[in-house]
């Protein structure tokens, strides 16, 4: 059954999906939105579920890359795709400023890493001569045509950005499997334990730190290309990190696919059904659905489909016998 | 038989007389932010789209407008998403958008599919300098610019400071007065301050006792203005003027803020209590009056101008058969009027060379045109201050 996982996904990304939303510029648009915030939660969840970091400030590493990738791209001449995969380099080279935050534990570090955040935005609002400061950037360069394929029309950028978030996926399950993994999985219960053991924790955290950061900023890079247009206060935006934390818990972020799966209901469902009944303050159904997610299923919807299935296969076990 | 005929002859022009007037009714859409932080100023405008709407339906028997609105959330990831959406539920063009952020990828998404989007709502330079064919804007940064330096000059102001947000638009007018004030011999001094900000005393006390300006120029929004203002009252620096641009001269300010209002000037379309002179102006006035059963303010003001301009082009493209192959454009290219906030023409930018606005200021819950001698409803109050 696993074995069929991977290639049903993938022909349900590559062919099925496209196909159906092919032509409503708008579904294709709310779908990479989702799939954006979706790599931005998969990078959090890393850090979460691999290491017991709970970062408040992934909207740093998010706009360091969106802001390197479109530098890049028009005062280097770079071309887009060799930008983006460097601006996640850029990203997770700033994530080592970060690391004396690595000291602190729970909300500290929740909380220091959102001041990062902070000073990331001002340093973008006010060097200037680079950045173009609160002015921010227009008409950033497009994502290319690659084989008769226009990347930055909608249907192209929808099928970067899955291929960016199933490579994130694939990478994350190789690092979870990984002896690596399984050591940054207990720490999460008890770093004090895994250090006993001899695991070196502050190494892993830091390289967890990097790798997460380098999705968050391969993400920011790819939207940059995308939406044409920056400024400090939309590329550092709280935004970022706070729908990204709450597609990942929605969706379950000790799971693998729990934040894409997250931030796909969250975002579709919210743009799609709750605002066509409710224009304005459709979100407090949202929160409505959330409020009850955590208090019904802590774990996350992935899990509680999970439950549901493993219960319903029981019953028809049962009443074959 | 002939009973049955009269009744399929009936039903044959009733069909087709619908479908006349399908067929001429035009579909405009509107992004624009309903919610988010600018929900206010994005409600503000949407209300006088929508009177435009209805002037010109009750007008245009020929061609009707019918406008579809998308709640943009301030964002703009989803403003893209907006007029995709508009786009799909076929829209020929687009009014509305609200903040030179959000004006610039939403106005890109309409130029990807060769569609009109007019605003009123951004006025950073580099919106008209992106090469776009289908993007317009009937006010300006320069605008306001102008406004703030023809009442200083013609008060004879030698001096100003000027303290500014860090925000596109706002750093904008601010490089623009003290470059065209220092040309004209006045000294000029720049303050920036971080958005953030809410404390100004300190800044407030440096000119108070560094620059000791005659006046001082505020170029920021409602909560920076309120700030400022404060900040003066408690340190009474001795100056002849304080003055600052949009959302300043408002009657909202002055019923929220009296005791910091008394004297302040800003730009404004109108005074208060609105007085309208033309037919046209005073239709708008009345029109808005019962459809939202108060006075209209700039904002609604704006968003009808631009509007009732996009409404005209399109029904002119519909009858040339130009619709929808860029024809509303070519036409708003070709428009040359007197509108309620003075005369609109486009350049080849899509920028408004024309745009003027008018200097308004607080006098005792009033709103008094003072700036320019043409439009102005009384005498400035002059030197004047709220402290």
Known sequence: ?321 | MSKFASVSALAVFAVLAASTAWSAEIKIGSQIPKTGNLARVGGAMSEGIAVAAEMFNKKNGKHTVSVLTMDDESSPAKAVAAVEKLASDGVVAFTGGYGSNIIGPASEAAEKMNKTYITSGGVATELTKRGLKNFFRINNSEGYARALIGMYTELGIKSVTVIYSTKEATEEVAKMLEKTLSAKGVKVTLHAFDPSTTDFKPIVHKIKLQDRPEAIAMIGYENDYVGILRAAKVLKPDIKNISGVWSLATSKMWSEFPDLMNGVAGTSTLSYPAEFTTPEAKEFAETYQRMYNKAPDYLGIFGYVQSMMLFQAAAKAQDAGTIDKGGISEELRKLDVQTVIGRVRFDQDGDNPEFTHRMGQHQDGKVVLVWPADAATGKMNFPAVPW
């Open chain 1, 1 to 321: 059954m696993n074995k069929l996982k991977i290639p049903a996904v993938l022909v349900l990304a590559y062919l099925v999906l496209p196909l159906a939303v092919n032509g409503n510029d708008y579904v294709v648009s709310l779908i990479v939105a989702a799939l954006t915030i979706g790599g931005i939660a998969l990078a959090w969840s890393m850090l979460g579920n691999l290491g017991g970091m709970v970062s408040f400030g992934h909207a740093a590493f998010f706009g360091i890359g969106s802001y390197a990738s479109a530098l890049l791209t028009i005062k280097a001449g770079w071309p887009v795709l060799v930008s983006m995969l460097f601006a996640g380099l850029v990203a997770a080279a700033s994530s080592i400023a970060t690391m004396p935050a690595l000291r602190l534990r729970g909300p500290y570090f929740a909380l220091s890493i959102l001041a990062y955040a902070e000073i990331f935005r001002i340093i973008a609002t006010e060097w200037k001569g680079l950045t173009g400061g609160a002015a921010g950037i227009l008409s950033i360069p497009r994502l290319p045509e690659i084989m008769g394929i226009d990347l930055g029309g909608k249907i192209g950028g929808y099928f970067v950005v899955v291929t960016l978030v199933i490579a994130m996926v694939g990478i994350y399950a190789v690092i979870r499997r990984s002896p690596q993994g399984l050591a940054l999985k207990a720490m999460h219960d008890s770093e004090d334990a895994t250090r006993v053991v001899g695991v070196n924790a502050t190494m892993l955290k830091a390289l967890m730190l990097v790798v997460s950061a380098f999705f968050a900023g391969l993400m920011g890079a790819f939207n940059a290309h995308y939406i044409n247009f920056l400024e400090p206060d939309y590329a550092f935006s709280g935004s970022w990190t706070t729908l990204a934390i709450v597609a990942a818990i929605f969706g379950g972020y000790r799971t693998l696919w729990g934040p894409l799966i997250g931030a796909l209901v969250v975002y579709l469902v919210d743009q799609l059904v709750f605002k066509a009944i409710l224009p304005q303050g459709h979100q407090i159904i949202l929160g409505a659905l959330l409020g009850a997610m955590v208090l019904f299923s802590p774990t996350g919807l992935t899990p509680l489909i999970a439950k549901l299935t493993r219960l319903q296969r029981k019953e028809t076990a049962n009443a074959a016998h």
